[in-house]
C-alpha cells in the first residue's frame, strides 16, 4: 500500500471530519447535521467510486497489471481491481451472478 503523506493527510481529513459530529455537544443539532450528510452521501459515494474508476484505469494504461492495482488498493483480486476499472459496484456483480445462476430451484 503506498504511504504517500499526501493521501494519507486527505484520509485523516475526511476521518476527522466525520468525528467532528461526534463533537457537536447539542443533540439535536448532531443529529440534523449527520442527517444533511447522510442524505448527501449517495452522491459522495458515486463521485468518490468514479474518481476511483478513472485512477485505476490511468494506472492501467500506464502499464500496471490488475493484480499490481488490486495490491494497491488493499490486497483485493485482480478479478476485483479490473471490475473497479469497469465501474461495477459490489451490487451490480452480485446482481450478475444471481442472474447468471438463473431462477432458484424451489
Not at 461526534?22 to 440534523?32: F, H, K, Q, T
Request: hydrophobic share 35%; aromatic share 4%.
Amino acid at each position: 500500500m503506498v504511504n504517500d503523506p499526501e493521501q494519507i493527510q486527505e484520509v485523516k481529513r475526511l476521518v476527522e471530519a466525520i468525528a467532528a459530529f461526534r463533537d457537536i455537544e447539542d443533540d439535536e443539532a448532531c443529529a440534523l447535521a449527520v442527517s444533511r450528510a447522510l442524505e448527501e452521501w449517495p452522491s459522495y459515494q458515486t463521485k468518490l467510486r468514479q474518481l476511483r474508476q478513472q485512477r485505476v484505469n490511468a494506472l492501467k494504461e500506464q502499464g500496471r497489471t490488475w493484480k499490481d492495482i488490486g495490491q494497491l488498493l488493499g490486497g483485493i483480486s485482480a478479478a476485483r481491481a479490473q471490475q473497479i476499472g469497469k465501474g461495477q459496484s459490489g451490487a451490480q456483480r452480485r446482481r450478475a451472478d444471481r442472474e447468471a445462476q438463473g431462477p432458484a430451484a424451489g
